[in-house]
């Protein structure tokens, strides 16, 4: 099984992308992880990535794609998959329906993370992310165990530059400008989109998704009992 994770940056994604992978086995494959892994390796894509990044650019299509390639290749064997972050626009999405198609493989769920830009921003200013091991935290819902130290490594936390609210309102309208053609994509030409309300706390949402995928498995065993 292939789930996609779309939603704005602190719609808490990033909290059930971990509980998917960890809870139900899936492997994981992040936006954010794959750019942070190229530039860590500075090989050829990571140094391109790295420019554009540096710049105050986002990465191209084609590096992003074939980051995703590259960890499709890497990924062989391990069965059920989950993509946080990715893809980010109408182009991503068609190419990766090519490259899942080339390696016979599609995707089952995509699962929308639907947030008011009120509740969004009051999220991102209680973010907090070790500047070590990139362990994202929210002193609000999910706090560490010690205040603003990371449960992981040790490390004290620190607050994004980008997660005021100029610049997350900016981020929110540039999200849904470049989104909607990627949601509209799914939910008529695929009709694989579900929308989750992701307002709720943290379990009520991972309640909501877990009852997406079990729902969707249950399917697909019946259907190839059936056939």
């Known amino acids: 099984m292939i789930i996609v994770l779309l939603g704005p940056p602190g719609s808490g994604k990033g909290t059930q992308v971990e509980r998917i992978s960890k809870e139900l086995g899936f492997y994981k494959i992040s936006m ?46 391990k069965g059920d998959i989950v993509f946080d972050g990715f893809p980010r626009n109408l182009n991503q999405a068609i190419s990766f329906d090519r490259l899942l198609n080339l390696a016979g493989k599609k995707i089952d769920i995509v699962l929308y993370f639907d947030i ?56 929110f309208q540039v999200y849904e400008r470049e989104t909607a053609p990627v949601e509209e994509f799914y939910k008529r030409r695929r009709n694989l989109l579900i929308k989750i309300c992701s307002d709720g706390s943290k379990d009520e949402v991972w309640k909501e998704i877990k009852k997406h995928i079990e729902k969707k498995s249950y399917k697909e065993n019946s259907n190839q009992k059936g056939g």
Do not use: W
Request: net charge positive; charged share 40%; glycine share 4%.
């Open 32 to 77: 954010g992880d794959l750019l942070r892994e190229a530039i860590t390796k500075d090989d050829e894509i990571g140094k391109k990535a790295k420019n554009h990044l540096v710049d105050g650019k986002l990465v191209p299509d084609y590096l992003v794609l074939e980051m995703v390639r590259r960890e499709l290749e890497k990924e062989k064997g």
């Open 116 to 171: 008011p830009f009120a509740l969004l921003a009051r999220r991102l200013s209680q973010r907090r992310v070790c500047p070590r091991c990139s362990t994202v935290y929210n002193l609000e819902t999910a706090p560490p165990r010690s205040h603003n130290i990371c449960d992981k490594c040790g490390s004290t936390l620190v607050k994004r530059r980008d997660d005021s609210e100029k610049i997350v309102k900016s981020r």
